[in-house]
């Protein structure tokens, strides 16, 4: 079975200064990882997406995140906030033994940005 | 490059009632999802096709839940009778995914519809 866990509810960052969204996973094969975002009264967006190579992927609205092995971590980063990066973010995985695709989410953690 | 469609944005029913969603994924998507995200929560995948056939549905209450996607396009989700926890966000998807390909596409999701059981 695969399953994400996203440990903090809510990140409250002073914008311009860096943020961090942590996620963790679990997989029985190989992680295939996703970030989306999630405005108010809007779908999912796409961010970023690792799915093998540099542990350093990097996504739209100049967010990236950081694959770990070893911590089975998935980390979502930004060097400088803005009050508009406030809104839902969902950490996703897919085992690479799933051939049907199927994604599971976390429980997403809500970004606010402060003047 | 026009993105997944739904209606109705938001429907109000009674407990008991029956309600449909609609979706159009984005064109030449093989693959359509159904999820189901309850407030506070991340979203829940209900169901998966990939053209006409049914590729994963095992979180899919099919009691009361039911959905198709007769020519591999567009789909409805259908709710019958409606239950007061099945108050959520009905959120379509569609991918490049197929089964078994060696590629990783990313999901690409619509705006969802708000459904609302009194």
């Known amino acids: 079975a695969q399953s994400v866990a996203q440990p903090e509810d809510q990140v409250n960052v002073a914008e311009g200064n860096p943020l961090t969204v942590k996620c963790t996973y679990s997989v029985s094969g190989n992680p295939y990882l996703f970030w989306y975002v999630q405005y108010p009264n809007r779908g999912l967006q796409f961010l970023l997406k690792y799915i093998t190579g540099d542990n350093l992927v990097k996504g739209s609205y100049g967010f990236e995140a950081e694959f770990n092995k070893s911590q089975t971590s998935f980390h979502l980063k930004k060097p400088s906030a803005l009050v508009s990066d406030s809104a839902l973010y969902f950490c996703?995985?897919?085992?690479?033994?799933?051939?049907?695709?199927?994604?599971?989410f976390g429980g997403g953690t809500r970004l606010m940005v402060k003047p | 490059e026009a993105g997944v469609a739904q209606s109705p944005r938001y429907k109000i029913i009674e407990k008991r009632q029956s309600v449909a969603f609609w979706c159009n994924p984005i064109?030449?998507?093989?693959?359509l999802y159904w999820y189901q995200q309850i407030l506070g929560q991340g979203p829940k995948l209900l169901i998966q096709f990939q053209n006409n056939g049914v590729v994963d549905d095992s979180q899919l209450p099919k009691d009361r839940f039911s959905a198709e996607r007769l020519k591999g396009v567009d789909s409805t989700l259908k709710i019958q009778p409606a239950k007061l926890e099945d108050s959520a966000v009905y959120l379509c998807?569609?991918?490049?995914?197929?089964?078994?390909?060696?590629?990783?596409?990313?999901?690409?999701f619509g705006p969802g519809t708000r459904l609302t059981v009194l």
């Open positions: 996703a995985v897919r085992d690479n033994n799933n051939a049907g695709n199927m994604l599971t």
């Open positions: 064109s030449g998507h093989a693959t």
């Open positions: 998807a569609s991918s490049l995914d197929r089964l078994y390909s060696p590629y990783i596409y990313s999901q690409y």
